[in-house]
């Protein structure tokens, strides 16, 4: 139980930057993408468990395309300080390709922590083809998933912008 609060709480707090999901951004993947991100934050894993990100362009949406890239980031242990605050420097960092999603499409990226890295980031960057007076009706979630089990630790939902945490008994 002391686990599972304490997960929930480093997912809370890593992926609160993913909730405030920004446009007009200019962020670097394998090239410069004018649109929306979705940042998770450094994570650290427990063991056997790897972080999934995906974006969903629903069946219903208004979108009529969207342009989504992905960024793997491994992070190892720095030194820290004598409070016990410890930097995180950045051990490799992969871009992937662009994917294009049209309605009712998603495209997902798994990441691993390697034994020795601290942590992992994920990003999600996305161009959105849309109508002037369309919102951004995409969604994405962040999972960290138990590669041994396939159980699903924790959950979180983006949908236009808005967020939820989920657990077991549903949305909170």
């Known amino acids: 139980m002391k686990r599972r609060i304490t997960l929930s709480i480093a997912l809370t707090l890593s992926v609160a930057i993913l909730s405030l999901m920004t446009s007009g951004l200019t ?12 940042d ?3 994570i650290t894993l427990g ?3 790897f972080l999934r990100i995906t974006a969903v362009v629903p069946q219903r949406s208004q979108v009529r395309s969207a342009t ?3 960024n793997k980031q491994v992070n190892m242990h720095g030194t820290c300080n004598q409070s016990g605050v410890c930097v995180h420097t950045v051990a490799s ?3 992937t390709g662009p994917v294009t999603l049209r309605p009712g499409e998603a495209a997902s990226v798994d990441i691993m922590q ?3 890295a601290s942590g992992v980031r994920g990003e999600m960057l996305m161009s959105i083809d849309m109508r002037p007076d369309t919102r951004p009706d995409v969604e994405v979630n962040v999972l ?4 041994d089990t396939g159980e699903v630790r924790s959950n979180k ?12 008994e549903g949305i909170r």
């Open 27 to 38: 962020t670097q993947a394998a090239e410069e993408v004018d649109g929306y991100v979705a």
């Open 40 to 42: 998770t934050g450094v």
């Open 47 to 49: 063991p056997n468990q």
């Open 68 to 70: 989504v890239f992905f």
């Open 93 to 95: 960092r992969i871009p």
């Open 114 to 116: 390697p034994t020795n």
């Open 144 to 147: 960290i998933i138990d590669a």
């Open 157 to 168: 939902l983006f949908v236009g912008g808005l967020s939820w945490d989920t657990n077991d």
